[in-house]
């Protein structure tokens, strides 16, 4: 897929239905107060909306799902590298999970090699441990761009 396209994914411990739609991509060296210790902040914001009458959440990565990310020579980083867990956004941090009928912002952040951003590729391990996977631009884009540079300012 690609940025902005929606997948239907199945919430943390098989509950519920999730609507996840990757929306903005924002490559910065520093953010939220942090400066990214491999050389490049990979932000993602994406929209969750729950699809059924049951909330439905994210898996944790301690579970073995939520969000990685794969270089172009194949390699898989997650979230937890560098400074990446330390770079919050207010709009976009939260992380609990969505009430049937309503979504929410969230947001991933990665600290890359500035070889590992170019052209990765974003992927997302439901809680059937299924991957959904979306091609990412090498630059900023999406819409809300300059909102989460703004959002990044410290």
């Known amino acids: 897929m690609k940025l902005g396209?929606?997948?239907?994914?199945?919430?943390?411990?098989?509950?519920?239905?999730?609507?996840i739609t990757p929306d903005t991509v924002v490559f910065t060296k520093e953010g939220g107060g942090e400066t990214a210790e491999n050389g490049m902040f990979v932000v993602v914001t994406m929209?969750?909306?729950?699809m059924t009458a049951v909330a439905a959440d994210e898996p944790a990565p301690i579970g073995g799902g939520g969000?990685?990310?794969?270089?172009?020579?194949?390699?898989?980083?997650?979230?937890?590298?560098g400074n990446a867990f330390n770079v919050t956004?207010?709009?976009?941090n939260n992380a609990d999970p969505v009430q049937p009928g309503a979504w929410q912002w969230r947001s991933q952040v990665f600290d890359l090699t500035p070889a590992q951003a170019k052209g990765?590729?974003?992927?997302?391990?439901?809680?059937?441990?299924?991957?959904h996977r979306w091609e990412m631009p090498s630059a900023n884009s999406g819409p809300n761009v300059a909102e989460v540079k703004k959002q990044l300012e410290f």
């Open 5 to 19: 396209e929606s997948a239907q994914t199945t919430g943390d411990g098989g509950t519920g239905v999730l609507q």
């Open 47 to 50: 929209k969750d909306k729950a």
């Open 67 to 81: 969000w990685k990310w794969m270089a172009p020579d194949g390699e898989m980083l997650d979230t937890q590298g």
């Open 89 to 92: 956004m207010g709009k976009y």
């Open 120 to 131: 990765g590729t974003l992927i997302y391990i439901d809680g059937e441990e299924k991957a």
